[in-house]
Structure formats: C-alpha cells, structure tokens
C-alpha cells in the first residue's frame, strides 16, 4: 500500500488543477447566465 | 471582502495614485475620478432628482456595496446622517439601495459616498452600465468562492472517511497522518479565501461594536480550523490530536451555497428594475431653429420642442403625434401586449416603443414629469420604503454568542484549578459544538427548500424573506384584469332584429370587428370562429372611431342586393337605445336602425372561485380592488365571491387602501398583473404577478406565478406557513442541541470528537428537516 503515500498527495494536486479549471469556467462567463443559454435554442436569429 | 478594505485609504490621502499598488491602480484611479466627477452639476440628473418644494435639495439613488443584513442598512442610515448637508437616508436592505436627500449648499455628493466609504461599504451612483457590471463581477466571486469549498469539501470528506471506519490497527499512524495534512492542505484554501466574507463581515462588526451571525460564525470556523490545525501538527499538544476539517468544510459549503442562491435571487429581480430604467434612449433627432434635425441629449429635451422618433426607438418623452402613422408597444407600461395604432393628434407615452414608422412628435412633459418616471419613481419609493424584516438569527446572536462565550469561559476557569491541561479542551468543545451551524443554517435552508417546491409548481420566489411575511398575511387584495379573470371577453348573449338568425348577426359583426383591435371585436371574431362567410360580403370605407366603433359599407358580392352602411359599436354610435345597462354591450345597426345587440362577459379563469374560497377557508379576508368601471368589478367580484370591491382605483388608491389596512395592523398580500401595480406589490407584505405580467410588476413581486394558475397562490400562501413551521422547528432543534451539548462539554463530558460530529449531523439534520419542504405532496385545501 506504499502507493498511496504517492497517490494521496497527487490527488491534492489534482484537486488543485480542477480548481483552477472552474475558476477559467467562472471568470470566462461560462456561468454568468445559465437560464439564457437552454432558452437560446427557442430563439430566432 | 480584503479588496473593499484595502481601498479604503485611497479616499483619504490628498494624493490617492501615490499610495496604490500596481494591479489595482487603474482601477481605483477611476473610481477616485468616478467620484469626483459626480460633483459636477451636470451629473447630477443620471442619478439624482431634485426635490420638489426645497430648494437646493437633491434626491438620489444609490447602490450599497458590501451590505449582508439589516443591521448593514442601519448602519449605513446612521453613518449619512451624521454627515452635515444630509437631509433624510432610507436604505433598503432587500434591493441594496439607497436614498439620500441632500443639500447643494452644504454637501456634494462625494462628500456623503466617501462616508459610507468609511464605514466599510461602497455607494455607486444608480446608473446601471456600472452597476450591472459591479453585479457581475460579485456574482462571479460567489460562485468562485462556493465552488471551492464544495470542490474541496468532497475531497476532504474522501480523507476523513478512512478514520471513520477503520478499525483500530487498520491505519498506520504514518498513513493517518498522511490523510491529516492531505485535508489540511485543502481546507486552506477554504479558509483563506471561500470564508473570506464572513471573517470580513466579523471583522467589520468588532469594529463597529456590533454583533450579528456573522460574528459567532466566523468564531466557530477559526476556532475549529486552529484546533484542527494544532491536532494535525502537534497531536501530543493540549487540543488533542481531533481534526474537524470535514464538518468544516462542509458547513462553509452550506452556508456559501444558500448565499449565492439568494444572491441570484437577488440580482434578477435588480436587473430587471435596471433594464426599464434604461428603456429611455439617451438622445434624439431634435427640430433646431434652423429647420434640421440634430441629435441631442434627451436630457437636453424641454416642453414643446419637435422631435423625430425612428422605427426601434423608445418615445423618449410623453407627447402628440404631429406627423407621421405607426404602431407602437406599450406593453410595458399598460400590459398591453398588442400594438397600437397612433396617428397624428394621438398621444403617445415615453417608454413605449415606436415599431413601424418614422413620427414626429411634440413634447409635452419630460423627465420626471412623463407617465413613466412617475410610475417608476413611485415604485422606487414603495420599494424602499418596505419594511425590513429583522432576521431572527441575527436578532439572537447576540445573546448566544456572549452565553457561549461565558460558558467556555467558565468551564475553562473551572478545570483549570483541577485539571489545568484539560481546562483548554474542554473549552475548546464548548465553542466547536456550539458553532451555530444548525442556527445559521436553519432559516435559509428551510426557505430554499420551498423556493424550489415552488418553481415545480410553476411559481418563482424573487425574495427568500416573502415566505415569513406571506405566512402571517391576512389580507389578499386582487387586481382584476389579468388575476381573476382572463384578457378576453366572451359573448354570452345575443339578442337580433326580426328576421335575422344570431349566426346571421354573429357573422357580420364577425366581419366588420376584424378591423378592429379592440377587445371587444376581437372577442366577436373569436365568438364567430373562422368566418367562412367573409367571401359574400366585401367592406369599403371601414372607419374606426376610437372608443366608439366601427363603420364600413357593406358590398354583396355579385352585387345581389343593394349596399349598406353597416355600425358596430357604442349605443350612441349605432344611435340605439342601451337595452340592459350595466351589461357590458355590443350593438350593430344598418341603414334600418336596430339590428343586432351582443353582450359581452369579462372570462373568469376556471380556477377563480375555488381560489377565493379556499383563501377564505384559510381565514384570509379577499379584497377586489380594481381600475376597471365599479360595475364590472362588482359583477367579477360576485361570480367569485368576493364581498369587499371596488372599482375605479387609481393606483394611488390602491397604494393609500394598502397603507390603511397596514396601519390597522392588517397583513397584505397583493395579486397583480399590470404596470399600474408596480407600486403596490412593492408596498405590500408580499405580492403575486401572473406570468403575463409586465416586467415592471414583475420586477417588484415576491412571487411570480408563470402557470396562470391562481391556485399556485393558495399552494404558495399554505407552503409559506409550513415553512415558517419548519423554521421553527430547526430553531428550537439548534436551541435544545446546544442546551444538551454545552452542559455535557462544559463538565467535560463531550469529547472534542463527539463535538464534531454533533457540530455536523445538527447542520445535516436541518437540512434534512428543510427538504421535507420541497417533497412534492398534494396539499389539502382542495377539499
């Protein structure tokens, strides 16, 4: 089980990674209106 | 909230770019010139108005930044009117604005902003390109914030499961350790960043002397991050070698979530008072004296100039057509959905659109003079001048935190002269199971759980707070049009000329009515279905008198008989007697006289009459209050059931009848659809708008019923009452925990491990108990 003592510190560097995936998620608008974007295939043009 | 604090001092230094540091600089120069510029007269208007009767004096609408509760907006109150030059401040907690009124003499408006500055908040002027984007930039970091402890909340949930079922001997001391610092390591950025605002928050409040949830709760999670801390690296030490960084960060995630929710909550609502402010266009063509046209500043508009209004554009002020035939849409100021036909002579309104043609018009009132401003005005008013709900948490946190204090203060002193080592764990227990997660959690929870039961059942809720007024109501005011009944009307009866069938008559006036938009001819063509017939007579001439009828000449095809001159209209227009008066009629006369009468009924919505009475079971008095002619209330309000109607209200009325009932003490909640109620929903305990809505209205009610369904009203009115129940319920369940749990650690009896686990499953049965809200069960009042 000596692998975990790799595997555990590496998922806390995967946590992180993800982290800095939401945050390009948030701060490139991709939440900024959810409503919008299922209602846009209603609209025209 | 580390940015608003560290910007403070550039307010107050001479020089303010001198003292700033790099990324930030750009910014805040703008705003330090943001600020100043406001001082310049001119600006004034896009965000102030001044005050009728006092001279010098200036009205003006701000934004708050930063405000978490009630208690900010007192605050805020206090701070503007202790600066000299300030007249009156009444500041909204719930839409986050404020207004001020000042004198030009004694104060400028960066003088009373830089005040609320330095109490720790920020003032925007409300003019909304700069408020829309400050809302976006909060909304991302809420979500940023939240997403984060809940990322991390689920990884260190992963770490902590092992310890919890292990069994002894399973885990090395060296893994356990590992696991340890792997959850360390990750509530670091939970704390350091997701509880940002709440240490903020605390912080602000220990420098103002105050005390509010946020303050205990911010204790709670320093505490436990420490202790936890100190277990992790130093499990030989006086706190023990316990970690608690999963009930941590899995109270930070509930409480960051409920947050954000109502922050959406609140920023809809916002942006959809915002874009009407903005529906006026910020210049137009103008008549010069040189006979041209030119573009000037709408604010630059006075009293009968001569302006030309392209097709898209809004009217950007109240006048006459003098040139020009279009349509235009008034939809959003009288709920009319159709568009309307203006000709010259004809008045048109500021906010309406103009859709078909290029017009000119002469102005007749501008600015805050115009239907419009006046209409918004008085909302903005009503709106902030709502009641604020005090927070019932917040009302006991005082009183909490200084006993919860007290008690870890006296256990503490009490096993130090026996026990000195264990003096400090125990105290350590007493703050960590007294974490007031279960009493923050309580009323939110709860709350949102029936925000979601409801928006199943096709009601949306603008405003968490509505539930706790719409449960103590008992009052329900309608508006007619649009609540009770539906838009059309139908015919019920028809009575004709010797000679003719009621089909023969139907047809016709089917015919003739097609060339109006008027609601009763649109309801004589719905009545006569597809009118096949149109191919036998042809019309010439038709002519619409406006608000009296139709005429047309009518033609047979193949030139069978003889033309006619064929009316549709008013007794007077068709020159016949009324026959039944108070009934809502329809005549049509030919060149003979007399031919046909229709009459017409206002359509009840199906659900109506069970709604009223169920509103009446449930010990709630309805009243009818409407714009519509008293005799059409009164005939509305007895198919229903209503006792108390009235018609012919202006919403000033309507405004003043709120106000009564309030002052005598009655609990209101008001049902509308049109613009004209904009007001009142505001003014009132809690307010219902009918998915047909104008934006207006809807921008103003706590509820907002998408179905057309009035039954959704009674839904809402009895979930409202099970919700306060289940609040009630998760308090005194937070109240007995800690009543059985402080004693325990305060004689040492509660391990700081237990403490814990207590601290979580309170959080997680509130938010069980919460759920049971938004289970999806019939409720009883159908029987």
Not at chain 2, 182 to 205: E, K, N, Q, Y
Not at chain 2, 340 to 364: F, Y
Not at chain 2, 395 to 413: E, S
Request: net charge negative; proline share 4%.
């Amino acid at each position: 089980m000596d692998i975990l003592y790799f595997l555990v510190p590496l998922s806390v560097v995967l946590v992180f990674f993800i982290i800095g995936g939401i945050w390009w998620a948030i701060y490139s608008g991709q939440f900024d209106d959810i409503e919008k974007e299922g209602e846009r295939i209603l609209k025209d043009g | 909230m580390p940015l608003l604090m560290s910007s403070l001092p550039a307010f107050d230094e001479p020089n303010p770019a001198a003292t700033l540091a790099g990324a930030d600089r750009a910014h805040q120069q703008q705003q330090v010139l943001a600020l100043s510029l406001l001082d310049d007269e001119q600006e004034w208007s896009a965000f102030s108005r001044p005050v009728a009767h006092q001279l010098g004096c200036w009205e003006s609408n701000v934004l708050i930044e930063g405000m978490h509760c009630a208690a900010c907006a007192l605050t805020i109150e206090d701070v503007l009117k202790s600066v000299p030059g300030v007249r009156n401040v009444e500041v909204s907690a719930g839409s986050h604005r404020a207004k001020v009124v000042w004198a030009s003499q004694a104060v400028v408006p960066s003088g009373w902003m830089q005040a609320v500055h330095e109490a720790g908040y920020r003032a925007l002027p409300a003019n909304d390109a700069f408020a829309r984007e400050r809302r976006l930039v909060e909304s991302r970091k809420a979500l940023w914030r939240m997403m984060v402890a809940g990322l991390c909340m689920m990884q260190v949930m992963m770490y902590a499961y092992p310890a919890y079922v292990a069994q002894p001997g399973d885990l090395t001391p060296e893994m356990e350790q590992l696991l340890r610092w792997a959850s360390w390591v990750l509530t670091l950025p939970v704390i350091f960043f997701s509880c940002g605002p709440f240490f903020s928050s605390a912080w602000r409040d220990v420098l103002h002397r105050r005390i509010s949830m946020d303050l205990p709760v911010a204790l709670g999670m320093l505490i436990t991050f420490l202790v936890s801390s100190a277990g992790t690296f130093d499990p030989a030490g006086i706190f023990g070698h316990e970690v608690f960084f999963d009930s941590l960060t899995m109270f930070v995630f509930f409480l960051l979530a409920g947050r954000w929710l109502e922050l959406r909550l609140r920023d809809k609502t916002a942006g959809a008072l915002e874009t009407l402010m903005n529906r006026l266009p910020d210049s137009v063509l103008r008549l010069g004296p040189d006979g041209q046209f030119e573009r000037v500043p709408v604010r630059r508009l006075q009293v009968g100039d001569v302006i030309r209004v392209l097709p898209g554009e809004a009217f950007p002020a109240d006048g006459v057509l003098l040139q020009g035939h279009t349509s235009v849409d008034e939809a959003l100021l009288t709920g009319e959905s159709r568009p309307l036909t203006r000709q010259v002579g004809d008045e048109v309104i500021s906010g309406s659109h103009n859709l078909s043609a290029m017009v000119q018009m002469r102005v007749d009132r501008v600015g805050e003079h115009t239907r419009f401003a006046q209409i918004v005005k008085l909302m903005e008013s009503a709106s902030t001048s709502k009641p604020t709900l005090a927070r019932l948490a917040d009302t006991i946190a005082k009183p909490f935190l200084i006993g919860v204090l007290i008690a870890a203060g006296l256990a503490c002193a009490y096993w130090w002269r026996t026990d000195p080592e264990r003096a400090l764990m125990v105290a350590v227990s007493v703050l960590i199971v007294t974490c007031p997660c279960a009493l923050s959690l309580a009323t939110p929870a709860a709350m949102l759980s029936a925000a979601g039961a409801l928006a199943r059942r096709g009601v949306l809720v603008r405003r968490l707070d509505a539930f706790e007024s719409l449960a103590g109501v008992d009052t329900v005011m309608f508006d007619k049009t649009g609540t009770l009944t539906r838009d059309a009307m139908v015919v019920n009866h028809i009575q004709v000329r010797q000679g003719f069938t009621q089909q023969q008559a139907l047809a016709l006036a089917a015919v003739l009515a097609q060339h109006s938009l008027h609601p009763l001819s649109r309801a004589l063509v719905a009545a006569a279905g597809l009118a096949e017939v149109t191919e036998r007579w042809q019309l010439d001439q038709v002519v619409e008198h406006a608000g009296q009828g139709v005429q047309a000449v009518v033609n047979f095809s193949g030139g069978a008989k003889p033309a006619f001159v064929l009316r549709l209209g008013s007794a007077s227009f068709c020159d016949v007697a009324q026959l039944n008066p108070g009934a809502l009629q329809v005549h049509m006369s030919d060149d003979a006289g007399w031919l046909a009468s229709f009459e017409f009924q206002e359509d009840l919505r199906p659900d109506a009459k069970a709604t009223v009475a169920a509103l009446q079971r449930a010990g709630i008095s309805v009243y009818l209050l409407s714009g519509d002619a008293s005799d059409a209330a009164q005939r509305v309000a007895e198919q229903v059931g209503i006792t108390q109607a009235q018609g012919n209200c202006s919403p000033q009325d309507k405004l003043d009848f709120l106000r009564e009932s309030q002052v005598r003490g009655h609990k209101v909640a008001v049902i509308g659809d049109g613009l004209n109620d904009g007001p009142v929903l505001a003014g009132a305990h809690a307010s219902f708008a009918f998915g047909q809505a104008v934006p207006l209205a809807q921008a103003q009610a706590d509820f907002l019923v998408s179905g057309g369904r009035l039954t959704n009203v009674v839904d809402a009115l009895l979930l409202s009452r099970r919700t306060l129940t289940i609040v009630r319920q998760n308090l005194s369940w937070a109240a007995i925990y800690n009543a059985i749990c402080v004693p325990l650690a305060v004689f040492g009896l509660l391990p700081a491990w237990l403490a814990g686990l207590g601290m979580a499953s309170s959080s997680l049965l509130v938010v069980l108990n919460a759920l049971r809200l938004s289970k999806n069960e019939q409720f009883e009042w159908k029987a």
